[in-house]
């Protein structure tokens, strides 16, 4: 079973209703135990970063979410999960979870993509540029596109980039190391390749429970 963090902080249910789409057994819940004993665990969001952050501190998610890590339990950030996963955010100037090394960056507005001022959310559809295989990725096309919506984009630590994708700069869109990955697309709003990523994620959550 794969334990979906409650935190207040949006989009639990589209994540919820993709799983089931595919068969995963899934649970949204804010219980450390049902989430301390899950196979895997998806970490996802909406919203600001300061805001997310306060409701996990003031709940205790945020040590739930660093025991998922110390136990080395397989872990997904989505969106603004994946944001929060690094250290800082330049978004309400939040100290983030400190799980991985790097930051999180605004897009400027002054920044163009196809000679055109970017706007600012992000939204809209994107490929995928490569860095290194992960088994995140394993079976999704090349010119797969997935679903963005997002004001600041990630910089882990260069080790940690797994993909790119480019909107008035080149950020990170998938980044991690085997059992903790993060993402800034929203996998469960992309069609067949973002439903193929989570049944990644929970083939590769069952596996590491086998051992």
């Not at 996998?187 to 439903?195: A, H, I, Q, W």
Request: charge should be neutral.
């Amino acid at each position: 079973m794969l334990a979906i963090l409650d935190y207040k902080a949006g989009n639990q249910t589209s994540v919820l209703r993709a799983l089931r789409s595919l068969g995963v057994p899934a649970e949204i819940t804010a219980d450390p135990s049902t989430i301390l004993a899950a196979e895997g665990v998806i970490f996802p969001g909406v919203g600001a970063a300061g805001q997310a952050m306060a409701q996990l501190t003031s709940t205790g998610m945020d040590k739930v979410l660093r025991d998922v890590v110390a136990m080395q339990k397989p872990l997904l950030g989505i969106c603004l999960g994946c944001q929060i996963l690094l250290e800082h955010s330049e978004e309400n100037d939040t100290r983030a979870l400190g799980i991985l090394p790097g930051v999180c960056r605004r897009f400027l507005p002054e920044w163009k993509d196809g000679g055109e001022l970017i706007r600012i959310p992000h939204m809209g559809w994107n490929t995928l540029e490569v860095k290194r295989p992960s088994v995140l990725l394993e079976g999704v096309d090349k010119d797969a596109r997935f679903y963005f919506v997002h004001s600041y984009y990630t910089e882990p630590a260069p080790e940690l980039v797994i993909a790119t994708s480019s909107y008035g700069c080149e950020f990170t869109a998938v980044y991690g190391r085997p059992g903790l990955w993060a993402v800034q697309f929203h996998p469960e709003k992309s069609g067949r390749p973002g439903l193929r990523l989570l049944t990644n994620f929970y083939d590769y959550c069952r596996e590491a429970a086998r051992v």
